[in-house]
């Protein structure tokens, strides 16, 4: 398989195609269809999974995924403003993993969505808030594989309404998703999972064979995506001769920090000197380090005495609140996309871009790398914050 591999410079991008290892062993390792390599590798099939080779037994792998993702994603150099000059940045970019459900969350869902397949499912159940990357990615995905998505959305609108059209809204309704819209006050009251539960058994009672998943698809099975998604990069890397000190990556539900930080303990990457950051979106860092314990105890047996504080390092890039972007933070998406031509979104990698950047600034590196996870149809939902800043550029 080959590993799209570039440079940006100014107005001017470079890309280059490497062949991170012989086409053989990728296609085996990654269960991919042999037309992969020619651009054909999200077929959408099942098909079967075979685990790193740094990955021990004992971490018991999923049997099989979906092949939805356009994998590898490009890794390629990223000159953002805000970042000490000795640092030179790189960015993968897994905005690129597909269209309607660009972004991380497919990585996950292509282990989910296979396990519902594999055990006679008609439907899937997932929560988020109304402008949900997750069930956005979610909703698209399922129906792709024929299997229909009910998404629970957190709204603080009336939820007797209709929910509108602006962003992943409007994918939303497009695939025909069924929106179930929760107020904040009953969110808080009951939590994410007692509303997932309680709709999985209305469904049942209707005689639906529902798949449920938590907000993101951070669980066990979930978490697959991103021990996964380490392989590519050190492939990538290795292909390249590149060394990251730091990799940064916005955190939020925790799936794909449980995988990332598992991936880079056990490929030996973090041995070998790379540090991973996370920057925290929407909870301060204590609740995240707690959250990914409680993951790696209850999902993963044999690492209960793993502690993430030893495993990555969280930084508190919340803000204002989840999904409330200051002006600085959209300022500073703006500098980006006119200084690289990449865009951000508000919610996730506006604010972890910003955090990476005070962070190299405070203590700089020679080579970094940032995870995009998407999440650009989020943008329109901040389409008057942004438009009365423009003035400025």
């Known amino acids: 398989m080959l590993a799209a591999i570039g440079a940006i410079s100014g107005a001017t ?12 062993l990728r296609t085996k390792e990654r269960g991919s269809p042999p037309s992969a390599s020619l651009g054909l590798g999200a077929t959408g099939e099942t098909v079967p999974y075979t685990p790193p080779s740094w990955a021990p037994a004992s971490l018991t792998a999923p049997p ?18 805000k970042v000490a000059n000795e640092t030179e940045v790189w960015i993968k970019r897994d905005d690129m993993t597909g269209c309607e459900y660009a972004g991380n969350k497919i990585r996950k869902l292509e282990f989910l969505l296979a396990d519902a397949k594999a055990k006679g499912c008609d439907c899937v159940i997932t929560v988020g808030g109304i402008q949900s990357n997750h069930c956005r990615a979610t909703a698209a995905a399922a129906r792709r594989v024929g299997l229909e998505p009910h998404i629970l959305l957190r709204t603080s609108g009336p939820t007797d309404s209709d929910p509108g059209l602006v962003g992943n809204l409007l994918v939303d309704r497009m695939v025909g998703a069924r ?5 904040e006050a009953k969110f808080q009251a009951k939590g994410a999972w007692k509303l997932v539960c309680e709709l999985r058994d209305d469904l049942e009672e209707d005689g639906k064979l529902p798949y449920a998943f938590p907000s993101g698809g951070s669980n066990a099975l979930g978490s697959w995506g991103y021990i996964e ?78 502690k993430s504080r030893e495993l990555l390092t969280i930084l508190d890039c919340v803000g204002q609140g989840y999904a409330q972007a200051t002006d600085e ?5 703006l500098q980006v996309a006119r200084a690289t031509g990449v865009c951000l979104d508000p919610v996730y ?23 995009h996870t998407g999440g650009l149809l989020g943008t329109y939902a901040k389409a008057d914050q942004i438009g009365a800043l423009l003035a400025d550029f």
């Open 329 to 333: 933070e959209l300022a500073y998406a």
């Open 13 to 24: 991008a470079t890309w280059i195609v490497l062949r991170s290892v012989p086409t053989p």
């Open 349 to 371: 990698t506006g604010k972890a871009a910003l955090g990476m950047a005070r962070d190299l600034r405070a203590r700089p590196v020679e080579r970094a790398l940032f995870i």
């Open 64 to 81: 099989s995924r979906l092949a939805l993702a356009h994998l590898p994603t490009p890794l390629h150099k990223w000159p953002v403003p």
């Open 179 to 183: 929106i179930h819209l929760v107020s």
């Open 229 to 306: 998604a380490v392989r590519e990069i050190a492939d990538q890397a290795a292909a390249a001769q590149l060394h990251f000190d730091r990799i940064y990556f916005g955190c939020g539900s925790g799936g794909t920090a449980a995988g990332l930080a598992l991936g880079v303990h056990l490929s030996g990457l973090g041995e070998a000197g790379t540090e991973l950051v996370g920057l925290g979106v929407d909870d301060d860092p204590a609740f995240f380090y707690d959250k990914l314990d409680g993951l790696f105890r209850a999902c993963f047996s044999d690492f209960t005495d793993l």
